[in-house]
Each structure stands twice: as structure tokens, then as C-alpha cells.
């Protein structure tokens, strides 16, 4: 595969959960909680540009425990009881790419922010940045494009 030499480039992202109390006591499953954990780029673009896909791989206890979302927004709403640790795992467009995997431990409790509203919610989120070295070319391409 044909490499761009000593070039890299950089995708800044945010990944992270927010979360809400159940309104209504569930009798069935106690579950308390309901959650969406999510991955996007950090600035304004295109993210199907670069990204194929993402993977959320959530705790044994849920069925289908494996999630696939192929288009923005990248994210998985679930109702639960229990904070546990998310696998997220990026796909590129140039399956050359190796899929990268970073993970998000869940947070149902803490730590909360308030809304304008005056709400409170969980909400926790987190910066990193994609770093692509020598990526392929058509990998260089689709992600000048993005
Ligand atoms: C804990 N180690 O004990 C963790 C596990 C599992 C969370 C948390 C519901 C699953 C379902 C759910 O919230 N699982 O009913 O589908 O805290």
C-alpha cells in the first residue's frame, strides 16, 4: 500500500456519556438510569468522510452487546443500573487503516452539570486526538476531505 512519507495528520475528537434518571421505576429490569455514549469529531466537519464506522462494545449483561452505527451522530442510548467500561473502536474508509479502539467508562452518578433549564445531568466527556502517520494515500485524501 502506498504511503504518504513523513506526513500525519491529526483528528481531534470527544467521546464521553451523559445520563438521566428513569422517571418512571422499572419493575422488570431495575434499571434507574438512561444513557448515550457517544464519539464525534471535536470541530465542524464531515466525519463519514474518514470514519466507516463505530463500535461500541458494551458490558455482557446487554443483549446485543456489540453496537454498529455506520452514520453520525456515533452514538448509543441505553437504559441500565450499573456504570461499566465502553470499548469504542473506530473504522476508517481505508479498511489499510487499522481500526483504533479507545474505551469510556460509563457514568451514571457523577459528575453532573446543570442545564439552562436548571436540570441536572451526567455528563462527562473527553478530548483526544487521532493521529495518523504516513496514512495511505486515499487515507490522506478522505481525511483533508473531512
Ligand atoms: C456493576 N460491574 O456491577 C458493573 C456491571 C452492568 C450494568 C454493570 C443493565 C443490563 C441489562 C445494566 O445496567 N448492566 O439489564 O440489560 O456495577
Known sequence: VE???KKSVV??????NTAVPLVHKRDN???????????KPYL??????????VQFRLHESYANQTRIIETPPYEVTETGWGEFEIQIR??????????????????????????????????TEFYDEIIFQEPTVPMYKA???G
Open 29 to 39: 429490569d431495575q434499571h434507574t438510569h438512561q444513557w448515550t455514549v457517544f464519539l
Open 143 to 145: 481525511l483533508q476531505a
Open 3 to 5: 504511503r504518504m512519507k
Open 11 to 16: 483528528k481531534p475528537i470527544v467521546y464521553g
Open 90 to 123: 473506530i473504522y476508517f474508509v481505508d479498511n489499510n487503516e487499522k481500526p483504533i479502539s479507545t474505551f469510556h467508562y460509563l457514568r451514571l452518578f457523577q459528575p453532573t452539570i446543570e442545564l439552562p433549564s436548571g436540570n441536572q445531568i451526567v455528563c
Open 44 to 53: 465542524a466537519e464531515d466525519p463519514t468522510k474518514w470514519i466507516r464506522k
